[in-house]
């Protein structure tokens, strides 16, 4: 089955610096990648999803970066700014199997 | 449109015991999940439902836990008997279909504590 790795556990940025969270997937077969944002006590919510056949998307603040080749793919928010801190998780999928989710990256922005 | 529902929010269950949880979807989303996320984990799919019927429940602990969708709608997941390393937060979504890129809406979850 797929296995989804994520790097690094726990990341702290200045409030305006950019943070970079990488993971790795090991189903060549993947197609789907997203990335869900999960604040203390609530539910995991979608901030932005990739598919095989692009190499990158953005919207606003946030990239995702997707490398087929290597299997990895990777979440860039810039100008980073307080309510952005929050566990971040990355996510594989091949068709319509089950979505297999890394391990979280706790994001803390320091004022 | 409204959101995932969960019932409860909270429960404290001693181990042995039995617990229930029901999760009522998005209106119109054909599939259901259900998940389990321990604590600094992500969440882990338990089983996934595809109208009334069971997709992939390859990681459903079948000795212990056991969920249903009898009408394609409402879901319920039970545990019986608790174990302590059960205490987790029990997440449910829905998504309108099972394909990949179709967003997985999540409910609040119900977070378990087996003393």
């Known amino acids: 089955g797929e296995n989804v790795e994520q790097h690094p556990s726990t990341l702290s940025v200045q409030e305006g610096d950019s943070a970079v969270i990488k993971c790795t997937y090991s189903?060549?077969?993947?197609?789907?990648f997203p990335w869900y944002k999960q604040e203390l006590g609530k539910r995991p919510q979608l901030i932005i999803d990739?598919?095989?056949?692009?190499g990158e998307k953005k919207d606003q603040r946030i990239a995702v970066t997707l490398n087929k080749t290597a299997k990895h793919f990777s979440l860039h928010i810039t100008e980073t700014q307080p309510e952005d801190s929050a566990v971040y998780f990355c996510?594989?999928?091949?068709?319509?199997?089950?979505?297999?989710f890394g391990t979280g990256t706790r994001l803390t922005i320091i004022p | 449109e409204a959101g995932v529902a969960q019932s409860p929010r909270y429960k404290i269950i001693e181990k042995r015991q039995s617990v229930a949880f029901w999760c009522n979807p998005i209106?119109?989303?054909?599939?259901l999940y259900w998940y389990q996320q321990i604590l600094g984990q992500g969440p882990k799919l338990l089983i996934q439902?595809?109208?009334?019927?069971?997709?992939?429940d390859s990681q459903l602990p079948k000795d212990r836990f056991s969920a249903e969708r009898l009408k394609g709608v409402d879901s319920t997941l039970k545990i019986q008997p608790a174990k302590l390393e059960d205490s987790a937060v029990y997440l449910c979504?829905?998504?309108?279909?099972?394909?990949?890129?179709?967003?997985?809406?999540f409910g609040p979850g119900t977070r378990l504590t087996v003393t």
């Open positions: 979504a829905s998504s309108l279909v099972s394909s990949g890129g179709y967003e997985q809406y």
């Open positions: 209106s119109g989303h054909a599939t």
């Open positions: 990739i598919r095989s056949n692009v």
């Open positions: 189903d060549s077969a993947s197609n789907y």
């Open positions: 996510a594989a999928q091949f068709g319509n199997e089950k979505l297999t």
């Open positions: 439902f595809q109208n009334n019927g069971v997709v992939d």
